[in-house]
């Protein structure tokens, strides 16, 4: 049986535009920022941490620059969590190249992106909030309560 022919060379793929950051590294950066904010970590400690600065750390969480995979091992120790969990929640049908990719994310309208309210930062203190309180009793029923209130809304 004869081996497939292998084309040499390099298939032209498009890239984003300049300026466009990838939507993956602005998913993965989202994600550092909802684990720091959870956890109560400034920007400044967790750049300390790692030995970047806050502004490193901003570009980092804003998608503007790529977590390379040490820097990505890093902060899944200092954050407590699994590399896996700054992927999760990508969207299946994110593009990032030309055949994959319909628009860049500049090319969005705003009202076309819907806000994750998990990565806003009143749920954030609300659930580092919640946690705080020490008695499982009145913090399940704190849990009811809110669960009552928001269901009269759906009536």
Do not use: C, W
Request: net charge positive; hydrophobic share 30%.
């Amino acid at each position: 049986m004869k081996a497939p022919k292998i084309k040499k060379g390099r298939k032209k793929v498009e890239r984003l535009p300049p300026g466009t950051p990838n939507p993956v590294d602005v998913h993965v950066g989202s994600r550092v920022r909802q684990r720091r904010t959870l956890l109560g970590l400034s920007q400044e400690k967790l750049g300390d941490a790692v030995g970047l600065t806050f502004q490193q750390i901003q570009k980092y969480e804003r998608g503007a620059n790529r977590i390379g995979a040490s820097r990505m091992y890093e902060f899944s120790r200092i954050l407590d969590v699994p590399v896996s969990y700054f992927y999760e929640e990508l969207p299946g049908e994110l593009r990032t190249h030309e055949g994959r990719m319909s628009v860049g994310m500049r090319d969005m309208d705003q009202d076309d992106l819907e806000p994750d309210p998990m990565a806003r930062r009143e749920t954030l203190e609300l659930v580092r909030a919640y946690y705080r309180i020490t008695d499982p009793r009145v913090r399940k029923r704190l849990f009811e309560l809110t669960k009552a209130l928001g269901n009269s809304f759906d009536e």
